[in-house]
């Protein structure tokens, strides 16, 4: 669910700073600015979700050697969806021999970057992002309506029957929470392959009962007028001069507080992008957090229903009827092997369970490393396009 950036954000705040240089270009550019300057083809589009929602998503329809005039008409498409506080950027922002994105198109894919309500590539068609309203969603609504809406436009665009969905993190717990709450879109995906996935959280209940029952962050945060967690730039500034010291990494203690939540990885630590990737972080909803608490402190893939401490309904898993591969890192303390055991457990009985496995063989690989890996390229995304053309060529449309 990447809920790490959370912490990160309250630790570090974006890093947004006035001193510009501890920041480089790629920290300020738009998602399409960064694919453009890669020298991939890009284009932007919109879909409006049934409750007012309008998300921009970013498509990649060609690698950078590839013939461009067909606009990706009649080839197999990726949805790839982000976790939370991260959007569309975080499958390009490692370059185009690390980014999972680059690595599809550059293999012959039409790569769909979608984006959740909350990021900076969403709007609503009568709410500001001041008002309270507009925040009132967690991962339910990204189930029911968000990744709905962009699936739909993949098809509606391309033409395609199905497209092959890969999601990150809180992109999985949407994933899941569409198929139980909208069984239908089962006929419009080939195959699901699940990155980190946040569905068992058992791991994070005292984290989440310190956060949720002692603490009481986001109520407390909404008393103060904080509709969102969102943070200015003066605040930005002080958190990094007195505590993330990003170029030191022995005296970071951004890092060090990251690590002791899901596990140390300095060797997969780029430090060199480590400020572009904090600046990158994007808004989310108090309502998010307390979901996820929620499911942490039942034990249950849950819903939301009447609020943190309503009624426990669990969603049905059994609704999923496409194939699953559930991939996790060994070291990451977020999403916990033994928590991706039990999803496997499950999907295994509905007959749904392709496979799970380490997502590489490194042996510190952690939750951030899906996404932010050093040697990303090869530890995880080279091997990973081969298992999507394995899943296209034994499920996709013959």
């Not at 969806?81 to 390009?92: A, I, K, N, P, Q």
């Not at 001069?241 to 997969?268: K, N």
């Not at 108090?286 to 402190?297: D, P, V």
């Not at 042996?363 to 990303?376: C, E, R, T």
């Amino acid at each position: 669910m990447s809920a790490i950036r959370y912490i990160v954000t309250l630790c570090s705040v974006l890093i947004v700073v006035g001193d510009a240089q501890l920041l480089r270009k790629e920290a300020y550019e738009t998602v399409p600015q960064l694919i453009s300057s890669a020298g991939y083809p890009v284009e932007r589009h919109r879909t409006t979700t049934a409750d007012g929602y309008v998300l921009q998503m970013h498509r990649i329809p060609a690698g950078r050697r590839s013939a461009r005039r067909s606009g990706g008409k009649g080839k197999r498409a990726v949805l790839v969806m982000h976790g939370l506080l991260g959007h569309s950027g975080d499958f390009v922002i490692m370059g185009p021999e690390r980014s999972i994105g680059y690595i599809l198109a550059d293999a012959g894919y039409d790569v769909w970057l979608g984006n959740l309500r909350g990021t900076v590539y969403s709007t609503h068609l009568n709410l500001t992002k001041d008002d309270p309203k507009f925040w009132d969603f967690s991962f339910h609504e990204h189930g029911k309506y968000d990744i709905p809406a962009q699936i739909d436009k993949v098809l509606a665009v391309t033409g395609l029957p199905k497209l092959l969905y890969v999601g990150y993190s809180m992109g999985t717990t949407s994933f899941f929470t569409m198929m139980s709450t909208r069984p239908e879109y089962n006929d419009k995906v080939i195959a699901f392959v699940a990155l980190a996935p946040a569905v068992f959280l058992n791991n994070m209940r005292p984290l989440a009962e310190l956060l949720l029952k002692t603490w009481n962050v986001p109520q407390t945060m909404r008393n103060q007028g904080m509709v969102s967690l969102t943070f200015r730039q003066e605040l930005r500034e002080l958190v990094v001069s007195s505590v993330c010291r990003v170029r030191s990494p022995e005296d970071d203690m951004c890092m060090r507080l990251v690590y002791a939540l899901v596990g140390e990885d300095y060797e997969q630590n780029d430090w060199d992008m480590m400020s572009v990737i904090m600046a990158r972080f994007q808004p989310a909803s108090w309502r998010q957090f307390e979901h996820f608490g929620k499911i942490a402190l039942t034990g249950v893939f849950t819903s939301w229903e009447d609020g943190l401490w309503g009624e426990v309904k669990p969603y049905k898993l059994s609704n999923v009827r496409v194939p699953v591969s559930l991939l996790y890192g060994e070291n990451d303390q977020l999403t916990e092997k033994t928590q991706i055991m039990r999803l496997a457990k499950e999907l295994n009985a509905s007959g749904v369970l392709e496979e799970v496995r380490p997502g590489c063989e490194w042996p510190k690989f952690n939750h951030l490393d899906f996404v932010f890996a050093k040697d990303l390229g090869k530890l995880l995304n080279r091997p990973l396009v081969k298992h999507i053309d394995y899943m296209y060529n034994k499920y996709g449309p013959s």
